[in-house]
């Protein structure tokens, strides 16, 4: 069972992820003087994806 909810949390991440990358090339497309603070914006979007996904991981170890 626990696979189940780590797995949802790992889907959610990698749209959230997925998303961010998708906005980040979008904008540098139509601003490229931008892309240092585009990337930033990227960089800790993609964090915070990530840091709930883990969040999600150990939740699930910790209801095993």
Request: hydrophobic share 60%.
């Amino acid at each position: 069972m626990t696979v189940i909810g780590y797995g949802l949390a790992v889907i959610g991440a990698g749209i959230g992820v997925g998303l961010a990358a998708y906005g980040g090339a979008t904008a540098t497309a139509r601003q490229p003087e931008m892309q240092p603070k585009i990337f930033t914006t990227f960089i800790l979007g993609a964090a915070f994806s990530e840091a709930l996904a883990l969040i999600g991981f150990v939740l699930a170890l910790m209801s095993a």
